[in-house]
């Protein structure tokens, strides 16, 4: 069949008549372009774009600013309610951009005993509360192995947010929040403070030996606040005894001197 001598106005009223009386486009199509057709129907159904305005990018704070501003903070902190607020409004440590929950403490604050760790883990993040994953069950264990438990013990982390992947605390994240750990100490001004990990240790204790000369050791913590120094003891983490079960043996020496020196206090 030729379209040659088809009359253009009779096959537009025949068009109407069939119910195609509303044109989708500006421009007349080619049906028979293929790429044209595709270009007409993505037109019309994706919209275009609009360029996003660019996001401002966030500046990290120098050490000595973190730590200055967070400085501030710690020594306006009356109470743990408000230092547990002051942190929680804290923007000098770019953790908590990428953390779900602050994790700031659990425990009893007027136990004898103060634990600190080093930093919040993937289920310390979701719940908000230190050492409740896998290696906070095998803390209560341990204490319980020495007979105490979570009301015996008051627990905090030197790190309030947990870093991703649970990679190591870096140098200006520490120091950012190490006026809140001080002062948190301060508050709470336990009888006895013990360090888990090396990276707790290492920072609270500041000394530069890993945990493996560290531990079973007792140190003088001497912080600002104090009326005196704090007995303190370097432990192993337990993150760090489940995947080296070979280590608990000593780890059991450490919580048995954690228990003689309890036991001496008035």
Same mark, same amino acid.
């Given at each position: 069949?030729?379209?040659?001598?088809?009359?253009?106005?009779?096959?537009?009223?025949?068009?109407?008549?069939?119910?195609?009386?509303?044109?989708?486009?500006?421009?007349?199509?080619?049906?028979?372009?293929?790429?044209?057709?595709?270009?007409?129907?993505?037109?019309?159904?994706?919209?275009?774009?609009?360029?996003?305005?660019?996001?401002?990018?966030?500046?990290?704070?120098?050490?000595?600013?973190?730590?200055?501003?967070?400085?501030?903070?710690?020594?306006?902190?009356?109470?743990?309610?408000?230092?547990?607020?002051?942190?929680?409004?804290?923007?000098?440590?770019?953790?908590?951009?990428?953390?779900?929950?602050?994790?700031?403490?659990?425990?009893?604050?007027?136990?004898?005993?103060?634990?600190?760790?080093?930093?919040?883990?993937?289920?310390?993040?979701?719940?908000?509360?230190?050492?409740?994953?896998?290696?906070?069950?095998?803390?209560?264990?341990? $204490?319980?192995?020495? &007979?105490?438990? @979570?009301?015996?013990?008051?627990?905090?982390? %030197? #790190?309030?947010? *947990?870093?991703?992947?649970?990679?190591?605390?870096?140098?200006?994240?520490?120091?950012?929040?190490?006026?809140?750990?001080?002062?948190?100490?301060?508050?709470?001004?336990?009888?006895?403070?013990?360090?888990?990990?090396?990276?707790?240790?290492?920072?609270?204790?500041?000394?530069?030996?890993?945990?493996?000369?560290?531990?079973?050791?007792?140190?003088?913590?001497?912080?600002?606040?104090?009326?005196?120094?704090?007995?303190?003891?370097?432990?192993?983490?337990?993150?760090?005894? $489940?995947?080296?079960? &070979?280590?608990? @043996?000593?780890?059991?020496?450490?919580?048995? %001197? #954690?228990?003689? *020196?309890?036991?001496?206090?008035?």
């Amino acid at each position: 069949m030729s379209f040659e001598n088809i009359d253009p106005l009779e096959a537009l009223r025949w068009s109407v008549e069939m119910g195609a009386d509303e044109a989708i486009g500006d421009q007349p199509v080619d049906r028979y372009a293929v790429s044209d057709i595709e270009a007409v129907q993505t037109s019309a159904v994706e919209p275009p774009k609009q360029r996003e305005a660019p996001r401002p990018e966030r500046v990290p704070l120098a050490p000595s600013q973190g730590a200055a501003d967070s400085r501030a903070a710690a020594a306006a902190a009356r109470n743990l309610e408000e230092l547990r607020a002051a942190v929680g409004s804290f923007e000098g440590c770019a953790l908590r951009e990428t953390a779900t929950n602050l994790v700031f403490a659990d425990g009893n604050a007027s136990a004898d005993v103060m634990i600190l760790g080093e930093a919040p883990g993937a289920e310390e993040d979701r719940k908000g509360l230190p050492f409740v994953g896998a290696s906070g069950q095998l803390m209560d264990r341990m $204490l319980a192995a020495i &007979g105490l438990d @979570r009301s015996h013990v008051y627990i905090s982390n %030197i #790190l309030f947010w *947990r870093p991703p992947g649970n990679r190591n605390p870096t140098t200006a994240e520490v120091a950012a929040c190490m006026p809140f750990v001080q002062r948190h100490i301060a508050l709470v001004n336990p009888r006895v403070l013990v360090f888990v990990g090396g990276a707790s240790a290492k920072a609270m204790l500041d000394r530069k030996e890993g945990i493996m000369r560290l531990r079973g050791k007792w140190y003088d913590y001497h912080g600002p606040d104090l009326p005196e120094a704090i007995p303190a003891l370097a432990m192993f983490h337990p993150a760090y005894l $489940l995947r080296s079960p &070979g280590q608990k @043996r000593a780890a059991w020496h450490d919580l048995l %001197i #954690l228990r003689a *020196r309890l036991d001496e206090l008035p």
